[in-house]
């Protein structure tokens, strides 16, 4: 069985973003998927075949960052094309973090508040870096403790509905829903570093979290809202 268009499309934007995140050229083949027939019908697919909601419930989670992580299109483990839906009123802050990967983003609906920041080791530091592998064979998150830092945020920035937006992984930063119903679509590209930085006040706790799933019902609520605004 051959690989479909939109696979392809994902790996090859996934390849790009890998290398050149802020490419204008990546960025308008990014735009293109967003707005393509093949994304629309992959999604209306999911709605009428519940296995593929199950299946799909079962690779996102619900984010420590306080939001649902859908991954829809995984090309060839290197790259992915993602949604997040932004929960409203998280209990906590997010953690300050940086990426394994690049990523390119756009904000569909709604809008998010990012900073970046500066990190340096420092033992009288506020804050504790921690190093994060990603563990979900084991079912949670796990966080080994690196040493003490301070951070000094460089910018902040509001990213506003259907606003376009490229992060590389070694950008040490936060984000956070700026609006109800934020959702955004991402292309995630392979790896660059086996671990990623992420850094909790020094009152935080840091045990193993469980990996939560979404279940098929909100896997089928979110997949609906991004056909409504595609459809727009």
């Known amino acids: 069985m051959g690989t479909s268009p939109l696979v392809e499309q994902v790996l090859e934007l996934g390849m790009a973003v890998r290398d050149r995140p802020r490419n204008p050229a990546t960025m308008a083949e990014f735009a293109t998927l967003v707005s393509s027939a093949s994304l629309r019908d992959l999604l209306c697919d999911l709605l009428v075949r519940p296995g593929n ?6 690779r996102g989670h619900v984010h420590p960052n306080s939001f649902v992580k859908i991954p829809l299109v995984e090309a060839s483990n290197v790259s992915k094309l993602v949604i997040h839906r932004w929960i409203d009123d998280p209990k906590s802050d997010p953690d300050i ?43 949670e998150y796990r966080l080994e403790p690196v040493a003490r830092a301070h951070l000094a945020a460089s910018k902040q920035v509001t990213i506003a509905e259907d606003s376009w937006y490229a992060q590389d992984h070694r950008v040490i930063h936060g984000a956070g829903t700026g609006a109800p119903g934020t959702v955004t679509l991402i292309i995630q590209g392979s790896s660059s570093s086996p671990t990623c930085r992420v850094f909790r006040p020094l009152s935080a706790r840091a045990e193993p979290q469980p990996i939560v799933a979404p279940s098929p019902a909100e896997v089928s609520q979110t997949v609906e809202q991004l056909i409504a605004m595609l459809e727009d």
Do not use: M, P
């Open 53 to 58: 909601l199950k299946e799909l419930s079962t």
């Open 97 to 139: 973090h940086n990426h394994r990967w690049n990523f390119l983003s756009t904000v569909l609906t709604g809008c998010l508040v990012a900073s970046n920041f500066g990190a340096t080791i420092d033992d009288d530091g506020q804050y504790l870096e921690y190093r994060y592998q990603s563990t979900s064979a084991l079912g």
